[in-house]
């Protein structure tokens, strides 16, 4: 097994036990969230548990990353299973231009959340596809389309390096703390490049570190907000969408993750004996961002 494939299967181990904690729970709501075994904001990471976040009815509970990124608004039209599998770490849908008619892929869909909120956007004669490698997400994914009524939506089992749809079939891509998990980034976004259709937009929520970060504070921080194989610098990011062919690239910081939240003493130490502006720096490097752009029309 090579370290890519190892990763990979760490990736996926992780999130068929998160489907199966909501799948095999009454109610849909997170089995270890807000209970004694939940993780309290900052506690230390453990790249085997998937992040506790959200109780049921959408309020945080205790994850500064997972925690209160859809309205009232949405969360109330949405199975309760829906919602209580949000993992990501932003809502693209509600940073995304959908139009009624229009195809949307969303790139790792998990449990469903943000399928399900693109198919009402793109109404009855649009489409939304969700791709997403582990067997258990799917099953949930389909459980909770079934649940909220919607016929206009369809789970891919595939991964997002080899995106399983024709050349130029799609007319947004969305996705939502997902593509940080990929072992090969510039696989995904020339892929997501390919089945766009001329003038298609990516809008994407990802995790994203904005300039360097020594490499075994990195691994703490990624650690902590859940991306075991390494969220991308932002200048790189847009090298990489420059270089699969998109323009009009965009990368807006919708949350910060100050390191000193993580409760981890050691970071704190390290961060303690920086100087201030590179302290401040630091504790600012790593963010949700909202990630756009566009394959040119011809
Ligand atoms: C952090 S969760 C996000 C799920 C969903 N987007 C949400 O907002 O709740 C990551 C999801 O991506 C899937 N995933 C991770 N890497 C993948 C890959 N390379 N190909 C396909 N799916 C992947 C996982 O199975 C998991 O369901």
Redesign the pocket.
């Known amino acids: 097994m090579t370290d890519q494939d190892s990763t990979?299967e760490a990736?996926?181990q992780r999130?068929?036990d998160?489907?199966l904690q909501v799948l095999r729970s009454t109610g849909g709501t997170r089995a270890a969230c807000c209970g004694g075994d939940c993780a309290a904001p900052g506690a230390a990471a453990d790249a085997s548990q998937p992040r506790a976040a959200d109780r049921a009815d959408g309020s945080c509970c205790c994850d500064p990353i997972t925690g209160n990124l859809y309205s009232p608004d949405e969360l109330a039209a949405l199975p309760e299973s829906a919602v209580a599998?949000?993992?990501?770490?932003g809502n693209p849908t509600a940073l995304a231009d959908l139009r009624p008619g229009e195809t949307v892929l969303?790139?790792?869909?998990?449990?469903g959340?943000?399928v399900l909120l693109s198919a009402r956007r793109v109404g009855p004669s649009g489409r939304a596809y969700g791709?997403?490698?582990?067997d258990e997400?799917l099953e949930l994914a389909r459980k909770n389309a079934a649940t909220a009524g919607v016929s206009n939506v369809e789970f891919l089992k595939?991964?997002?390096?080899h995106i399983p749809l024709p050349d130029s079939s799609v007319d947004v891509i969305i996705?939502?703390?997902?593509i940080n998990?990929?072992?090969d980034k510039e696989k995904?976004l020339r892929e997501a490049f390919r089945v766009l259709k001329p003038g298609g937009r990516f809008a994407v929520s990802d995790v994203v570190v904005d300039g360097p970060v020594p490499e075994e504070i990195r691994r703490r921080v990624e650690l902590w907000v859940?991306c075991i194989a390494g969220a991308l610098d932002r200048a790189d990011y847009r090298d990489l969408l420059t270089r699969a062919g998109f323009v009009d690239v965009a990368i807006e910081p919708t949350r910060h993750y100050a390191l000193a939240d993580a409760g981890d003493a050691g970071l704190d130490t390290w961060l303690a004996s920086q100087d201030p502006v590179e302290r401040e720096r630091l504790n600012r490097a790593f963010m949700s961002a909202f990630v756009r752009a566009r394959k040119p029309r011809d």
Do not use: F, K, P
């Not at 599998?85 to 770490?89: E, F, H, T, V």
């Open positions: 990979r990736v996926r999130y068929a998160a489907a599998a949000s993992l990501g770490c969303d790139l790792g869909s998990g449990g959340i943000d791709l997403d490698m582990t997400m595939g991964e997002i390096e996705s939502n703390c997902v998990l990929s072992t995904v859940g």
